[in-house]
């Protein structure tokens, strides 16, 4: 599966971005998904994750209630929908997708993933 990030940008502190993450070469529906983001001199690290049947979700505390994740199964599409956004918010996002056959299960290690996107940089100036 080849993964294609893209929507990243400049924004104010306070405004929104959508990010979108394109599937192609499997199925969407046969994976887990999640995002993740990596600041400048920090590790990569969990943001949100949905689970293949789409109804099962997780964020991470400093975005919960401001982030939204989504999927479109038939567009093989994942979104997310990033709201009230903060500087600290400012980092290359990362797409990723996990092959399991558990269609509720929903995963923030970064271990459990296979397939990483390219990454899409996001800067929220303050």
């Known amino acids: 599966v080849q993964l294609q990030a893209s929507g990243g940008g400049l924004a104010q502190a306070g405004g929104s971005l959508r990010l979108s993450c394109a599937v192609s070469g499997r199925t969407f529906s046969n994976y887990a998904m999640g995002w993740f983001r990596q600041a400048p001199g920090k590790e990569r690290e969990f943001v949100t994750a949905i689970s293949r049947s789409s109804d099962h979700t997780d964020y991470v505390d400093s975005v919960k209630g401001r982030f939204t994740i989504s999927g479109d199964n038939a567009k093989n599409t994942l979104y997310l929908q990033m709201n009230s956004l903060k500087p600290e918010d400012t980092a290359v996002y990362y797409c990723?997708?996990?092959?399991?056959?558990?269609?509720?299960?929903?995963?923030?290690?970064?271990?459990?993933?296979?397939?990483w996107g390219q990454g899409t940089l996001v800067t929220v100036s303050s």
């Open positions: 990723a997708a996990a092959r399991t056959s558990l269609t509720a299960r929903v995963y923030s290690s970064i271990r459990n993933y296979d397939q």
